[in-house]
């Protein structure tokens, strides 16, 4: 265990579905973050949520829809994906300070059919 | 353009022995920080090293040493007597505060496998 918790594993989903995708840090950390990691592309930095709040949105498209309750939980809402959506969604959490390093969950490997 | 990179999309290594994964980077900052992550076949990104860019001890974890030149913008990983349980993705990454954003840049990734 890492420090952070991603639920599911792993997840296959129809194109029509909605689903959740579920971070969760007990370290303290007031950041997080969603990336993407697709076969053969550097990791994409999705959204930043920082003291709660959403600090960055790097042109996902509106089907991703992600929430943080509080600074201890991240989601990501998935509604009607694309076969491309599939990958593996990391969620990861900073410390305060700007050179803070990222603490990453093992992430969701998702399939979208 | 290209804030990190790394030009050696494949390596073997044998065991035991050392090797150095390349990294390069671009910022017009003082301020930054550089990272490796390995990232094994279970997909989860595991820290491994951090140097700052005002640093001047090259950082060293164990096994992990970074090789920083900050003249040539380089940030190289050295892995020292290298073990079959090394073989993973691994990943340089930099995080840039001048950049206006929390983000940490990774580079593609360089595949290293440890051979008996």
């Known amino acids: 265990e890492t420090g952070v918790t991603q639920t599911p594993r792993h997840l296959v989903m129809g194109m029509t579905n909605k689903k959740s995708l579920k971070c969760e840090q007990h370290l303290g950390h007031n950041a997080m973050y969603w990336y993407k990691q697709s076969a053969k592309k550097p990791l994409e930095l999705m959204f930043v949520y920082s003291l709660e709040e959403r600090v960055e949105n790097n042109s996902v498209p509106s089907r991703f829809s992600p929430e943080c309750p509080n600074s201890s939980h991240l989601f990501l809402h998935l509604h009607t994906l694309q076969p491309e959506d599939s990958a593996l969604y990391l969620c990861?959490?900073?410390?305060?300070?700007?050179?803070?390093?990222?603490?990453f969950g093992s992430g969701t490997r998702l399939t979208v059919v | 353009a290209q804030k990190i990179t790394q030009t050696q999309p494949g390596m073997f290594v044998q065991e035991k022995e050392a090797v150095t994964l390349d990294c390069t980077y671009d910022?017009?900052?003082?301020?930054?920080?550089l990272f490796w992550y390995k990232q094994p076949s279970s997909g989860e990104m595991i820290f491994l090293i951090y140097?700052?860019?005002?640093?001047?001890q090259n950082a060293t974890e164990g096994r992990y040493s970074l090789n920083f030149q900050k003249a040539r913008k380089s940030a190289n990983l050295v892995i020292s007597a290298s073990q079959l349980g090394d073989s993973a993705m691994y990943f340089c990454?930099?995080?840039?505060?001048?950049?206006?954003?929390?983000?940490?840049?990774f580079g593609k990734g360089t595949k290293l496998s440890v051979i008996p």
């Open positions: 140097q700052g860019s005002y640093d001047e």
């Open positions: 990861a959490s900073s410390p305060p300070g700007e050179l803070g390093g990222y603490t």
């Open positions: 910022t017009s900052d003082q301020s930054y920080g």
């Open positions: 990454a930099m995080r840039d505060p001048g950049a206006g954003s929390y983000q940490l840049t």
